[in-house]
């Protein structure tokens, strides 16, 4: 008599833990809120440039764009960040045309080195400046093909370890780099990082926060497939859509055993998403759990003023009320919304301000949080075959063009 089956056996949290740690000898960025980033810092004291603007895709800009987009309103940068990362012509040449291409570093960021959205950005630029060392800065891994083109046309280069993905690699040269170059302190990202590390690995507070959230999201993963995350700020834009690519390229796997896993994400906004979202996770169909993200200090005091406009007298009770102060009571009258029907699972993170540390915190969190899934899932979080598959084909198709 033959038997096969795809049960998963839920394993215990100190199994979770253990494995790990393990993983901490060759994956690497768990480790990468220890680094040397000195070499980061000189460079981007060197960098003259008004305009930066990195090419790439995905996990190359996604992280940096998070973190540029929530702290970017509340600095006084004197560089500004741009990414070109869509092969939409109508986006490439809109957003070129909005930097003077003369006084603009190009950093084109590719782990492989041959990601085709990138180089095909790439040759056009090509095609409108001459690029040498002066003007281009190239990130990827040590034996790629693109760190040959930077090698044989002397450019400036920075590694991507080959033990760090993209989707993971925000805290290495990807990402430090390019904020460090617009003015972004990125040694307390790394601190915020390296507190949430710390806490973890010590199993201490955040320790039992991301292995019962974890084991929550796995063991009622097919009646709650549906991950929201309710983002009340609308710089944490970026950061939607860097989770939902962490979250999905490292969790949509096939397991050990045969069987397809995966948990669906969603990022919306708020308050701006209580008027469309919202309805549905409130009467729609419970296959949905969500995490509202709120900032707790948003280190600005913009009012409401106290203005009596004709017709709205009945409005006069916001006068003289915080902006900052509004958003957080509108999440915190949807958090109590949801908890009063009982039946939607729902968490709460609070940032402490807008700032590198919280930022760092935050996402480091998130990476975490999606390993520690991905080990109860039984898959590995880090190939993405999918998105392989996909690529393959359509290097056929231009071999057949």
């Known amino acids: 008599m033959n038997y096969s089956d795809n049960y998963n056996p839920i394993i215990s949290d100190e199994d979770i833990f253990s494995a790990i740690e393990k993983e901490k000898d060759s994956i690497g960025y768990y480790n990468l809120t220890d680094q040397d980033t000195s070499l980061f810092k000189e460079y981007a004291q060197t960098v003259k440039q008004k305009y930066i603007v ?34 939409d012509p109508l986006n490439i040449k809109f957003k070129l045309g909005r930097i003077d291409l003369s006084d603009t570093l190009f950093i084109v960021i590719s782990k492989s080195g041959t990601t085709i959205e990138t180089v095909s950005i790439f040759k056009y630029i090509n095609s409108l400046v001459k690029i040498d060392n002066t003007n281009t800065l190239i990130i990827t891994e040590s034996d790629s093909k693109l760190n040959t083109y930077a090698q044989r046309n ?10 760090v993905g993209g989707r993971f690699s925000v805290f290495c040269a990807v ?35 991301i292995i019962n959230k974890a084991r929550f999201f796995v063991e009622n993963e097919h009646r709650y497939n549906i991950n929201v995350l309710f983002s009340y700020a609308a710089s944490m834009e970026g950061f939607n859509k860097w989770y939902i690519q962490l979250w999905g390229e490292s969790l949509g796997k096939i397991d050990a055993s ?25 009467e729609g169909k419970r296959d949905k759990t969500l995490t509202v993200i709120k900032v707790n200090d948003f280190r600005d005091d913009l009012t409401i003023p106290a203005i009596t406009l004709e017709g709205l007298e009945e409005l006069d009770y ?29 968490d709460v993170i609070t940032i402490d301000n807008v700032s590198e540390k919280s930022i ?42």
Do not use: W
């Open 54 to 87: 990195v090419v790439g895709i995905g996990g190359s800009t996604l992280g940096t764009s998070a973190i540029y987009d929530f702290l970017r309103h509340t600095k006084q940068l004197s560089k500004k960040l741009y990414f070109l990362e869509s092969t």
């Open 258 to 282: 045969g069987g397809h896993q995966g948990l669906t994400p969603m990022g919306i906004t708020g308050p701006v998403d209580q008027h469309s979202f919202l309805q549905l996770i409130i």
């Open 154 to 163: 002397n450019l400036k280069t920075f590694e991507i370890p080959k033990n």
């Open 318 to 346: 916001i006068d003289n009320l915080p902006f900052s102060k509004l958003i957080n009571m509108q999440a915190d009258a949807t958090i109590e919304a949801i908890n009063n029907l009982k039946d939607i699972p729902c």
């Open 360 to 401: 760092g915190m935050l996402m480091y969190e998130y990476e975490l949080l999606t390993s520690v899934c991905a080990k109860f899932m039984h898959i590995n979080a880090y190939d993405q075959p999918g998105v392989e598959a996909g690529k393959i084909i359509l290097k056929s198709k231009f071999n057949n063009k």
């Open 175 to 209: 990402g430090l780099v390019p904020l460090a170059i617009v003015g972004i302190d990125i040694d307390a990202i790394l601190y915020g990082a390296k507190e949430i590390s710390n806490s973890f690995f010590a199993k201490e507070q955040h320790y039992k926060k």
